[in-house]
């Protein structure tokens, strides 16, 4: 018997949906919220029925009963830090997404929403790897500043399912793989997996790591501090800096690796930002393999900048000599997500207890 699941991936400015039928996508779909949609709400919990709605009204536009669905799989949100799994959708899980004790995101919406509409049809409700997976070594944790730890906030939900699909692959168990996994999207996480964990990663977010295109990575500190005392900026304006204004925004006006490939073509200027990209996450891989001690079996690049053939060759030459390199393109978030309920249906996994 199949299961049938909805899958639900609140972003910013849109939700995606998907129905699955095991691992085979029957229907997928980005549904977009204005602007002026999305300013109507103070908060991301507000938005709570304005995108349930817009989900129930496309499902019955594709005339998808919603009660056909065996289980309702969410987009997991800002919670407290959490080892990777498959977790129902407990009281006190819905509390700290509805109450944003980790902080407000969008993602949020994907536990709540879930778990509102499974209760409605009587079917089960999860979250799976959300950007709060903290599996790190203790060793990894100190920052050589006692009171800011380093800490776990990275794709884990894209890093897990590419390295799950490796294992696959070369038909040997995850857990007995030592990777890399590079994710470049709009932010970028580097993670040294082993023994089915991620033992270390750069801060995908507001930390450390090579800049992307949205984020700062990690700066000068005592340049930044002196910066953030100067008296032009305000604390709002500075995370601005680190995160949604820096990277490839802050030196090139866009967020497009595309867009900054094209650039790199005839610009000179364009094309040291690029290749200076790639030569911080080249560095962060190099990181990651001492980590490991130097035993890489394989080295994974994804998100969308895999895409380009550019990026993906240039990194090859840098690294090429600590593994061999797959390339898994893109993310595949909606698969990434039904696959984890699917361990749990299948009995491969047991649900977590948050």
Request: charged letters at 25%; one cysteine or more; hydrophobic letters at 40%.
């Amino acid at each position: 018997m199949a299961y049938k699941m909805l899958i639900i991936n609140p972003g910013s400015t849109s939700t995606k949906i998907g129905v699955f039928e095991d691992e085979n996508l029957s229907f997928d779909e980005t549904l977009r919220h204005s602007t002026e949609e999305i300013k109507q709400y103070d908060t991301i919990y507000s938005q709570k029925d304005f995108r349930k709605n817009v989900i129930l009204d496309m499902l019955k536009e594709k005339d998808i009963d919603i009660k056909s669905f065996d289980v309702i799989v969410g987009r997991g949100g800002l919670l407290k830090p959490i080892p990777s799994g498959t977790y129902e959708v407990s009281d006190e899980l819905l509390e700290d997404l509805v109450q944003a004790k980790g902080g407000e995101h969008a993602s949020n919406l994907g536990g709540i929403l879930a778990r509102e509409i499974g209760d409605e049809i009587g079917a089960p409700s999860y979250i799976v790897d959300p950007v709060v997976v903290d599996e790190l070594q203790e060793i990894a944790r100190f920052s050589g500043v006692p009171e800011l730890p380093r800490i776990s906030i990275f794709h884990a939900l894209n890093q897990k399912a590419v390295a799950r699909r490796y294992a696959k692959e070369k038909g040997v168990p995850y857990e007995s793989l030592n990777l890399i996994v590079v994710h470049m999207g709009g932010g970028v996480s580097v993670g040294a997996h082993t023994g089915g964990k991620v033992i270390d990663v750069f801060n995908a977010l507001d930390g450390d790591g090579a800049f992307s295109p949205e984020r700062a990575g990690c700066v000068p500190p005592g340049a930044l501090v002196k910066l953030c005392y100067s008296g032009k900026y305000t604390e709002k304006e500075m995370m601005k800096k680190l995160v949604g204004g820096g990277g490839f925004n802050a030196y090139l006006n866009t967020n497009d690796a595309r867009d900054v490939a094209k650039m790199a073509e005839t610009d000179e200027y364009a094309k040291n930002v690029f290749d200076a990209f790639i030569y911080q996450v080249s560095k962060d891989i190099g990181a990651q393999a001492a980590v490991l001690s130097g035993k890489v079996d394989q080295i994974i690049l994804t998100g969308g900048i895999s895409y380009g053939k550019y990026v993906t060759e240039e990194i090859i030459k840098r690294v090429g000599f600590i593994a061999g390199v797959t390339i898994y393109p893109g993310e595949d978030e909606l698969l990434a997500l039904a696959q984890g309920a699917l361990r749990v249906l299948n009995k491969e996994e047991e649900a977590k207890k948050y």
